[in-house]
Nanobody, 125 residues
């Protein structure tokens, strides 16, 4: 069982940066693949990025390529999403998520086992 708690969201202006953090509980954190998704009002949950257990970024969405970077620190049970050059269309609730080691990499919500409560990111123009 893994519990995930996100932090770092807020209200920023277009062009600003934010770093989201996700703290995970559990002694087996290092064995989980981790990811970030986002969901804007009235839209489906959207894949942002994923990272495997060893820290290799295995996928990120075209809409955030070159602007967002996912990373992890297994010693601290933390996952991060560095977001640069933010745009109003990045406004959403951002969710941290984890998948068990045995599961393949996925860009779909159904590919993950555990979810945080989400943190709101609002980008004004």
């Amino acid at each position: 069982q893994v519990q995930l708690v996100e932090s770092g969201g807020g209200l920023v202006q277009a062009g600003d940066s934010l770093r989201l953090s996700c703290e995970a509980s559990g002694r087996t954190f290092s064995s989980y693949g981790m990811g970030w998704f986002r969901q804007a009002p009235g839209k489906e949950r959207e894949f942002v990025a994923t990272i495997n257990w060893s820290g290799k970024i295995t996928a990120d969405a075209d809409s955030v390529k070159g602007r967002f970077t996912i990373s992890r620190d297994n010693a601290k049970n933390m996952v991060y999403l560095q977001m640069n050059s933010l745009k109003p269309e990045d406004t959403a609730v951002y969710y941290c998520t984890a998948r068990r080691f045995s599961r393949a990499e996925s860009t779909w919500p159904s590919g993950y086992d555990y979810w945080g409560q989400g943190t709101q990111v609002t980008v004004s123009s």
